[in-house]
């Protein structure tokens, strides 16, 4: 079988062939905001997961108002087809797409590989930062059903429905309270959330060049630990950036109709008082 | 306690610099990091690995006839906010004694405003490089 949605997925050189498209935008986000400034695709602009995306004040995404103000910095309108790539297998790139579904913009694209695969091909970086026209972007309200809020997680787990631990095995199992090699990001709780199950999101990924694994070995390893297109699933992580890639692949690359991202992960419930956790 | 010389000017450029400038003296420094050199190569084993980081980094010494240290670090081009801010402290400590490297404390670089700069994820890094730099120094004070 392939894909179920192969239109949210682009390879290199679509994009190599797209980067003058008007009514394409080419976006990088990155775990390592810097990179961007290093080299990135000609004509590319760059959202940063943390200083574009989120709240300045609450920990929350952007308001719409704010979203629409970034929306037309970048020059984007509601029709543009916007392409996401970024490092580490397209972690932040796919946090940064599941942020643009969730005010409406459905017309969104991952490139496949990120900027391990273009740099792999020694495809062109480039250090000019272009500027685009400001357009007038319309938002639409936010789109609560592929975002899950701690008492949805809590009713989830409760209700015995499938929730996806996509962290690291010794972060599921408690031993470790972040990823091996990263510092603790302030949980003060070890563990997972009660009935989920562990896919490390590494596993939907090929190790050597960042490309999605294939659809029947994608269906293998989440039907294969009881993860099931029926009914609703709930992806986290630690916050919410490796649950995006998760999501992704349930959602367009298998079809998996009700996905939904927790992006308060483990930071919210390892730290949340009275929530039940497994060891 | 005064900083080293070297690392008190950067800390004072840092700290008069708006986010912008920050951003772009820190890509300058991850621009400006050093190879590793060859004779280092293939001393992975015998290098210091700094696991709070974000990236694999590895760190290595010398020590100069007048008792000054010079430090090496082994960090990916696909981190260069990692080498950034390495870079910051091998251009501050690099020739430095072990005593003073030692002295240097953690809280060094709060002047800096790094955090509207950079996440805190990345500070923990910043200070976990520090750390093991004095791990080394300390080591080379016992084994000199």
């Not at chain 2, 990091?33 to 974000?54: G, H, I, S, T, W």
């Not at chain 2, 390495?86 to 002047?111: K, Q, W």
Request: glycine letters at 6%.
């Amino acid at each position: 079988m392939s894909y179920v949605h192969p239109e949210y997925l682009v390879d290199t050189e679509w994009v190599a062939s797209h980067v003058e498209d008007p009514n394409v935008r080419i976006i990088e986000s990155d775990e390592d905001p810097l990179l961007y400034a290093i080299g990135h695709i000609p004509g590319a602009v760059q959202v940063d997961w943390f200083s574009t995306l989120q709240h300045p004040l609450r920990r929350d995404f952007l308001t719409k108002e704010q979203f629409e103000k970034v929306a037309s910095e970048i020059g984007i309108t509601n029709d543009t087809t916007v392409v996401f790539y970024g490092d580490k297998s397209n972690w932040f790139a796919c946090y940064a797409l599941w942020l643009f579904q969730y005010y409406g913009h459905n017309n969104v694209k991952i490139m496949n590989g990120g900027r391990l695969k273009w740099e792999k091909e020694s495809r062109p970086l480039v250090k000019e930062v272009p500027s685009y026209k400001k357009t007038a972007y319309s938002a639409k309200e936010a789109d609560k059903s592929i975002r899950a809020f701690r008492d949805q997680v809590l009713q989830q787990s409760n209700a015995k429905k499938p929730l996806v631990d996509v962290r690291s095995p010794k972060e599921y199992s408690g031993e470790l309270l972040h990823m091996p090699n990263y510092p603790q990001e302030g949980a003060t709780r070890g563990g997972h959330i009660p009935g989920a199950v562990s896919i490390p999101w590494a596993t939907a990924v090929n190790e050597a060049d960042s490309t999605f694994k294939s659809a029947d070995e994608l269906r293998a390893i989440y039907e294969g630990k009881g993860i099931k297109s029926d009914g609703e699933v709930i992806a986290y992580c630690r916050i919410g950036e490796r649950s995006s890639l998760t999501w992704f692949v349930l959602k367009y690359l298998l079809g998996y109709p009700n996905v939904k991202n927790y992006d308060g992960s483990w930071t919210e419930w390892g730290n949340l008082v009275d929530a039940p956790i497994e060891k | 306690m005064s900083l080293p010389k070297k690392l008190q000017e950067i800390v004072d450029d840092f700290a008069s610099m708006s986010r912008e400038e920050k951003l772009e003296t820190l890509i300058a420094y991850a621009e400006s990091f050093p190879p590793l050199p060859e004779r280092f190569k293939d001393q992975r084993d015998n290098m210091e690995a700094v696991p709070e980081c974000m990236t694999p980094v590895f760190l290595i010494s010398e020590q100069e006839p007048n008792g000054g240290i010079i430090f090496y670090a082994d960090i990916p081009p696909q981190s260069p906010t990692v080498r950034g801010l390495a870079s910051i402290l091998l251009n501050g400590l690099n020739g430095c004694t072990m005593e003073e490297i030692i002295s240097v404390p953690a809280d060094f670089y709060l002047p800096m405003n790094l955090a509207e700069a950079v996440s805190g994820q990345r500070l923990n890094g910043f200070m976990g490089v520090l750390a093991h730099m004095k791990h080394i120094a300390i080591t080379s004070i016992k084994t000199r």
